[in-house]
């Protein structure tokens, strides 16, 4: 299939989305694909070169880790690419059985990993829910930078409550993929998260601390035993 060509059966509106996912998909894959070529023909320069047993074990070890290491990375590519498709399929079906509404939408939290915290305003006021509508916009099929001011958007979605998806149109018919949300339990869960980051990191600091320490010590103490004087070698007979 030509990479340039959607697939026929999507909405228009996610022909270009479609085709970035595709061609970022092929991109990680040769990436890593070259990585790994590299990896393994120094390995295997140094093995030819030195000829020794030593060598050839270390090629056949790290082999084997690039293979584990291909099956992992595979295995994460294929799992990320089968879920932008489940969401590409599911904002096709809200594209062409929901029904679409105007709403303005105003970003209220700034970019993160896990996308772009966003509030829905009706644009009839007398369509005004009772409380605020908020929605995570997916940061993997964002075309573009979400604009920092509030746009003018449709939205199709079956029903605008938490976990429901939503695609927003753009005037110029570009589509923003995401999530209806809790605001209150996305900031706990993202707080939460960065917590555990900085957690593993004091971790891994105070690992890398402790192990410095005893490797200073161990060289003071070798050190030290090497210029004791052994027996009697130090004392004049």
């Known amino acids: 299939m030509n990479p340039t060509h959607p697939p026929i059966s999507l909405h228009p509106s996610l022909h270009r989305l479609a085709i970035s996912q595709r061609g970022r998909r092929r991109l990680r894959v040769l990436l890593f694909f070259l990585l790994m070529t590299g990896g393994l023909v120094?390995?295997?320069?140094?093995?030819?070169?030195?000829?020794?047993?030593?060598s050839l074990v270390l090629l056949?070890?790290?082999?084997?880790?690039?293979?584990?290491?291909?099956?992992?990375?595979?295995?994460l590519i294929w799992r990320r690419d089968r879920r932008l498709s489940e969401?590409?399929?599911?904002?096709?079906?809200?594209?062409?059985?929901?029904?679409?509404?105007?709403?303005?939408?105003?970003?209220?939290?700034?970019?993160?990993?896990?996308?772009?915290?966003?509030?829905?305003?009706?644009?009839?006021?007398?369509?005004?829910?009772?409380?605020?509508?908020?929605?995570?916009?997916?940061?993997?099929?964002?075309?573009?930078?979400l604009p920092p001011r509030?746009?003018?958007?449709?939205?199709?979605?079956?029903?605008?409550?938490?976990?429901n998806q939503m695609v927003a149109l753009q005037a110029d018919g570009e589509p923003l993929l995401g999530k209806v949300v809790d605001r209150d339990k996305f900031v706990h869960q993202l707080l939460m998260l960065r917590l555990a980051m900085l957690a593993v990191l004091g971790a891994a600091l105070a690992g890398i601390l402790v192990f410095g320490k005893a490797s200073g010590g161990d060289s003071t103490v070798t050190s030290s035993l090497a210029h004791k004087p052994v027996g009697g070698a130090g004392q004049s007979n």
């Open 150 to 163: 509030e746009i003018a958007v449709q939205v199709y979605g079956a029903e605008l409550k938490p976990g």
């Open 60 to 75: 056949i070890v790290s082999g084997g880790m690039m293979l584990v290491a291909l099956l992992v990375v595979g295995g």
């Open 42 to 54: 120094v390995l295997m320069s140094q093995a030819l070169t030195r000829g020794d047993l030593g």
């Open 87 to 145: 969401q590409l399929q599911a904002a096709d079906r809200l594209l062409r059985d929901g029904q679409s509404q105007e709403f303005r939408l105003v970003p209220v939290a700034p970019k993160t990993r896990a996308g772009i915290l966003v509030e829905l305003h009706p644009r009839d006021g007398a369509m005004a829910p009772t409380v605020p509508v908020h929605a995570l916009i997916h940061p993997a099929l964002r075309w573009s930078l």
